[in-house]
């Protein structure tokens, strides 16, 4: 199986703030990474697709990048909603796997 | 846009099964994969399999089979995953969840939507 590793695990920031978070797969994936927010209680929302397209009804704060093995979700200008946990989710190859996740909170 | 809503949580005896429904609603049904995964408290994602959209074909995580079966009725447009043998370790949410890509053979897929959840509890 192929192993996501995401960093870093929690991550502390203020409204406003730039953040990215990193998400590393233990082999070349191409582009086939997605990311996903994951609020306390609900179902994950996919954020991006294919390494760096923004789902329909994302805000444009959100963007990533990457391809191979290391890939990255920038949030830019942090708004008080986006203190949530997310995910990256590799579809290269079956079973599909996600990353631990990444706890993004107020500082 | 499409919407799945799942059935109610399962509170279940260590060695029981249970089984998840998953109504589907908004898209053609008949024309995506469907992907069952589930979330232990406070721990990451977890796939535990799909199956196409005729139904007639499944694939599941190692981990999983023959504990696993995963199932349709395009009648309904729902989906269902039935997982026996129950054991604490298997508390957790569990959600169905639509495929989809990008149209083009060997391209990327995603998960959207997703269902809101189930919750199974295993405890004697």
């Known amino acids: 199986d192929i192993q996501m590793t995401q960093s870093p695990s929690s991550l502390s920031a203020s409204v406003g703030d730039r953040v990215t978070i990193t998400c590393r797969a233990s082999?070349?994936?191409?582009?086939?990474l997605n990311w996903y927010e994951q609020k306390p209680g609900k179902a994950p929302n996919l954020l991006i697709y294919?390494?760096?397209r923004l789902q329909s009804g994302v805000p444009s704060r959100f963007s990533g990048s990457g391809s191979g093995t290391d890939f990255t979700l920038t949030i830019s200008g942090l708004q008080p909603e986006d203190f949530t946990t997310y995910y990256c989710?590799?579809?290269?190859?079956?079973?599909?796997?996600f990353g631990q996740g990444t706890k993004l909170e107020i500082k | 846009q499409g919407q799945l809503v799942q059935s109610g949580a399962e509170v279940k005896k260590p060695g029981a099964a249970v089984k998840v429904s998953c109504k589907a609603s908004?898209?053609?049904?008949?024309?995506?994969?469907m992907h069952w995964v589930r979330q232990a408290p406070g721990q990451s994602l977890e796939w535990l399999g799909i199956?196409?959209?005729?139904?007639?074909?499944?694939n599941y995580a190692q981990k999983f089979q023959g504990r696993v079966t995963v199932t349709r009725d395009t009648s309904t447009s729902t989906v269902y995953m039935e997982l026996s043998n129950l054991r604490s370790e298997d508390t957790a949410v569990y959600y169905c969840?639509?495929?989809?890509?990008?149209?083009?053979?060997?391209?990327?897929?995603?998960?959207?939507?997703w269902g809101q959840g189930t919750l199974v509890t295993v405890s004697s």
């Open positions: 294919t390494a760096s």
């Open positions: 908004g898209f053609t049904f008949t024309r995506y994969h």
């Open positions: 989710q590799q579809s290269y190859s079956a079973p599909q796997t």
């Open positions: 969840t639509r495929e989809v890509n990008a149209a083009v053979a060997g391209a990327n897929n995603w998960f959207d939507p």
């Open positions: 082999q070349r994936i191409n582009n086939y």
């Open positions: 199956i196409n959209p005729s139904g007639d074909s499944t």
